[in-house]
């Protein structure tokens, strides 16, 4: 098992940046990619950012590209995600996942950290 804690959120004004983290415990050496899904109020769960734990290799939804930033630390068992330039239509609840193989469903997930951009 792997155990997920999103941190980070807040709110914040059109413009600003932000920093999430996500700090992964327990099998964490089984852990293949980690991801950013985010949640906004009445909308269905949405991809934003991923990275694969080993290549740090990364991929970004069309909506975030030159604004997000995702990376990680190894050391820290840790995925960050950088947003700047937020939009007010970046509000949501932010979920950090975790799977263990390159496709298929994401396996963990954690709590959720609700991020809100004022105009």
């Known amino acids: 098992q792997v155990q997920l804690a999103e941190s980070g959120g807040g709110l914040v004004q059109a413009g600003d940046s932000l920093k999430l983290s996500c700090a992964a415990s327990g099998r964490t050496a089984s852990v293949f990619r980690m991801a950013w899904f985010r949640q906004a109020p009445g909308k269905e769960r949405e991809f934003v950012a991923h990275?694969?734990?080993?290549?740090?290799?990364?991929y970004y939804a069309d909506s975030v590209k030159d604004r997000f930033t995702v990376s990680r630390d190894n050391a820290k068992n840790t995925v960050y995600l950088q947003m700047n330039s937020l939009k007010p239509e970046d509000t949501a609840v932010y979920y950090c996942?975790?799977?263990?193989?390159?496709?298929?469903?994401?396996?963990?997930w954690g709590q959720g950290t609700q991020v809100t951009v004022s105009s």
């Open positions: 990275i694969n734990w080993n290549s740090a290799s990364t």
């Open positions: 996942a975790a799977r263990r193989v390159a496709f298929g469903l994401y396996d963990y």
